[in-house]
């Protein structure tokens, strides 16, 4: 079936440092991915998304390609803030595109020091 | 903009016993999924509602089930309640109807523990 893999924590920064959160999937037809952020005793934020193959979904200084032909959606940022200390989840969608559920990685939690 | 609510916060229960959750969808959406998110996990689906009625379902047993109303509005009952459901309970809505329906948005849970 389906499925997602992202890089395991926890990853600690400074701030201002380059974030990337590596993210790979498995699925059978063409999924939608995304990019959810849990702060600390919180739900989960969307935090950005892509639908197609080549796609870059950004937010709030994060960004995502779509890269097919690895398979994968890569989470990076520029310059991290203390701020931005969550846990981060990559997820599919496994309807093709639909409102089918969304299938998620285990997380990876990011801790930025002053 | 209402955003998606859930109510309890938290909850503890005892083994054996049962329990009600309750969501509230976002502001003109018609779908709710439940997922299961355990310490340390990403979150697990549950099952999904539309028109009042079960749209899919994840690997859980049959002591999971829910309801959905005709405002959208959701429950997740969990018979029978055993250690291991204890969890934080996320509720997700989306618009069935938007180009942009497999975006899900969640509401913050509720922390179930069972003793």
């Known amino acids: 079936g389906d499925s997602v893999t992202q890089m395991e924590g926890p990853v600690t920064l400074s701030e201002e440092a380059f974030l990337t959160i590596n993210c790979t999937y498995t699925a059978t037809g063409y999924p939608s991915l995304f990019w959810y952020v849990q702060y600390p005793g919180e739900g989960l934020q969307l935090l950005l998304k892509a639908t197609k193959a080549d796609d870059k979904g950004s937010n709030k200084g994060f960004e995502a390609t779509y890269r097919k032909e690895t398979t994968s959606f890569h989470l990076e940022k520029g310059s991290v803030q203390v701020s931005d200390s969550a846990v981060y989840f990559c997820?599919?969608?496994?309807?093709?595109?639909?409102?089918?559920?969304?299938?998620f990685g285990k997380g990876t939690k990011l801790s930025v020091k002053p | 903009e209402t955003g998606v609510t859930q109510s309890p916060t938290h909850l503890i229960k005892t083994r054996g016993q049962q329990v009600t959750l309750r969501c509230s969808s976002q502001?003109?959406?018609?779908?709710v999924s439940w997922y299961q998110q355990a310490l340390g996990q990403g979150p697990q689906f549950i099952f999904q509602y539309y028109r009042e009625e079960e749209n899919g379902r994840g690997n859980f047993p049959p002591r999971f089930s829910g309801l959905q109303f005709p405002n959208y509005s959701s429950e997740l009952n969990v018979n029978a309640l055993e250690l291991d459901d204890s969890a934080l309970y996320l509720c997700?809505?989306?618009?069935?109807?938007?180009?942009?329906?497999?975006?899900?948005?969640f509401g913050p849970g509720t922390r179930l523990t069972v003793l």
């Open positions: 502001s003109g959406h018609n779908t």
């Open positions: 997820a599919l969608s496994d309807a093709g595109g639909s409102q089918g559920n969304l299938i």
């Open positions: 997700a809505s989306t618009d069935a109807r938007n180009r942009d329906a497999d975006t899900q948005y």
